[in-house]
T-cell receptor
Framework: LAKTTQPISMDSYEGQEVNITCSHN???????ITWYQQFPSQGPRFIIQ???TKVTNEVASLFIPADRKSSTLSLPRVSLSDTAVYYCLVNTGGFKTIFGAGTRLFVKA | DTEVTQTPKHLVMGMTNKKSLKCEQH?????MYWYKQKAKKPPELMFVYSYEKLSINESVPSRFSPECPNSSLLNLHLHALQPEDSALYLC?????????????FGDGTRLSIL
């Protein structure tokens, strides 16, 4: 099973771009990379998912290099409401979903 | 608001009580999940149901008993729990267990064992 490693915490200021990198050295061929956001006392919320190269949606971008051993979640122009824990997951379907430790992002005014 | 509804939101019970946590989704998803989350820790997978059949049990103690009565409902029956079982219990669903569609989570039941 692919293990993920993320920074424990990050600080940023409103309006800045935030990049959170996740390491997953033993990712399998069929694995996808999925990022979730979790606020206190709420369940995780899906942000973005990708397999390779770059994926962009209305809230974030996901950059995946050719070797797929890492990925970077990019949040453009963060606001105070983006303060949350961000989890990187590597899995094939719903088998053995293992959350990493997560990155606590704190956005300051 | 989430598309996965969990009840109750909070539950306090003694170690000898029997209670149940409930989860419901109407997205037509055929895979449903139970997770346990301790404070400041990531969610840990407990059970996976696929097409109403138990697919994965992550060596969870028998005092936790899952049940999937139909494709929209998932229950977690609790009996003789220990204080260390106090946690946030999250339910999730996904299109199925095979595809890579993301999981949709409820906001959990916060369980306290006295």
């Amino acid at each position: 099973l692919a293990k993920t490693t993320q920074p424990i915490s990050m600080d940023s200021y409103e309006g800045q771009e935030v990049n959170i990198t996740c390491s997953h050295n033993n990712i399998a061929t069929n694995d996808y990379i999925t990022w979730y956001q979790q606020f206190p006392s709420q369940g995780p919320r899906f942000i973005i998912q990708g397999y390779k190269t770059k994926v962009t949606n209305e809230v974030a971008s996901l950059f995946i290099p050719a070797d797929r051993k890492s990925s970077t979640l990019s949040l453009p122009r963060v606001s105070l409401s983006d303060t949350a824990v961000y989890y990187c997951l590597v899995n094939t379907g719903g088998f053995k979903t293992i959350f990493g430790a997560g990155t606590r992002l704190f956005v300051k005014a | 608001d989430t598309e996965v509804t969990q009840t109750p939101k909070h539950l306090v019970m003694g170690m000898t009580n029997k209670k149940s946590l409930k989860c419901e989704q109407h997205m037509g998803h055929r895979a449903m999940y139970w997770y346990k989350q301790k404070a400041k820790k990531p969610p840990e997978l407990m059970f996976v149901y696929s097409y109403e059949k138990l697919s994965i049990n992550e060596s969870v103690p028998s005092r936790f008993s899952p049940e999937c009565p139909n494709s929209s409902l998932l229950n977690l029956h609790l009996h003789a729990l220990q204080p260390e079982d106090s946690a946030l219990y999250l339910c999730a669903s996904s299109q199925d267990q095979v595809s890579n569609q993301p999981q949709h989570f409820g906001d959990g039941t916060r369980l306290s064992i006295l």
